[in-house]
């Protein structure tokens, strides 16, 4: 199983990320993928995930604002986010499988 993530970077208040998550190594469509982060000195935090079906489940500090969606021709999934504030200044990993991958930097600063 790998996983691995893009699309973190520096962004402003109120800016919009579109987080990328490359799987291989499994049968994805089969699979649930979640979004998980991780902020500075703080435990893993799940934000979202996305069925096989593809319903979809967000943890309420991002409801509204991030959109969790799949590509199973590509095996990837994605990760939207918009409005974003400096509360989100994370790692944000991509699990599944209990796996996860190396994590991508998203910094919410002006």
């Known amino acids: 199983v790998q996983l691995v993530e893009s699309g973190g970077g520096l962004v402003q208040p109120g800016g919009s990320l579109r987080l990328s998550c490359a799987a291989s190594?499994?049968?994805?469509?089969?699979?649930?993928m979640n979004w998980a982060r991780q902020a500075p000195g703080k435990g893993l935090e799940w934000v979202s995930g996305i069925y096989s079906d593809g319903s979809t489940a967000y943890a309420d500090p991002m409801k509204g604002r991030c959109t969790i969606s799949r590509d199973n021709a590509k095996n990837t999934v994605y990760l939207q986010m918009n409005n974003l504030k400096p509360e989100d200044t994370a790692v944000y990993f991509c699990?599944?499988?209990?796996?996860r991958g190396q994590g991508t930097q998203v910094t919410v600063s002006s």
């Open positions: 190594g499994f049968t994805f469509s089969r699979v649930a």
């Open positions: 699990t599944g499988l209990g796996h």
